[in-house]
């Protein structure tokens, strides 16, 4: 099945250390997102990239950082991990197209804990 | 600025019940809203789109513009209709960007 597959499920990190989360998609779609979820709020848009253009959104901390070789991968980079930025990740993707917006279709997230 | 309101954060209710989940939105542009369910351990997916004016499994939902609503019915609540249900917003034009409420988790009781 073509699908948003996001890895990996769970991942455990130091405070301060590096840390990069995964996605990769087969539905060819040229939109990619990346969300944190923290518990019981909403998914909060990070940044996307519409093709190869990276669009930041102005209330993301610069110690998130993305990457897009390609159509089908997209990474999030955590640079320096805090004890706040412990959450679900979620990776999404979508297609631009005519007539009406068209749907997110999501991975099943990158659980990150701080240790 | 944009904005998605879900004033209530849990809804109980018995199967076989009315249920309806309150969106309320505020944007400046023409509206294109959505709502999205998470069941238990699944992934965040797509339920309906206002645009399609459609019923997935027994929901419905309208735009109200006037009291700039999208409101989830359902007439009669199902066990496996439990689960976490966010409306979403969508603007951002070509890019399809969504901002979220902040969900409504609906409980059906047997």
């Known amino acids: 099945d073509a699908m948003v597959i996001q890895n990996p499920r769970y991942q455990v990190t130091q405070f301060g250390k590096p840390v990069t989360l995964s996605c990769s998609q087969t539905?060819?779609?040229?939109?990619m997102y990346w969300y944190q979820q923290k518990s019981s709020q909403a998914p909060k848009l990070l940044f996307h990239y519409y093709d190869k253009d990276f669009n930041n959104e102005a209330d993301t901390p610069d110690n998130f950082q993305s990457r897009r070789p390609n159509t089908s991968f997209c990474f999030l980079d955590i640079r320096s991990p805090g004890l706040g930025d412990a959450a679900m990740y979620l990776c999404a993707t979508s297609r631009t197209g005519r007539g009406g917006g068209q749907p997110q279709h999501f991975g099943d997230g990158t659980r990150l804990s701080i240790l | 600025a944009q904005r998605v309101t879900q004033p209530e954060k849990l809804l109980s209710v018995f199967k076989g019940a009315p249920v309806e989940l309150k969106c309320n939105y505020s944007y400046s542009g023409s509206p294109e809203l959505f709502w999205y369910v998470q069941y238990s351990r699944q992934r965040l997916q797509l339920l309906l789109r206002?645009?399609s004016r459609e019923s997935i499994k027994g929901f419905t939902a309208d735009l109200n513009k006037g009291e700039t609503s999208f409101h989830l019915k359902k007439p009669f609540a199902q066990e496996e209709d439990s689960a976490m249900y966010y409306c979403?917003?969508?603007?951002?034009?070509?890019?399809?960007?969504?901002?979220f409420g902040t969900g409504t988790l609906l409980a059906v009781q047997p």
């Open positions: 206002h645009i």
């Open positions: 539905l060819n779609h040229n939109v």
């Open positions: 979403a917003l969508l603007y951002g034009g070509a890019t399809n960007k969504l901002i």
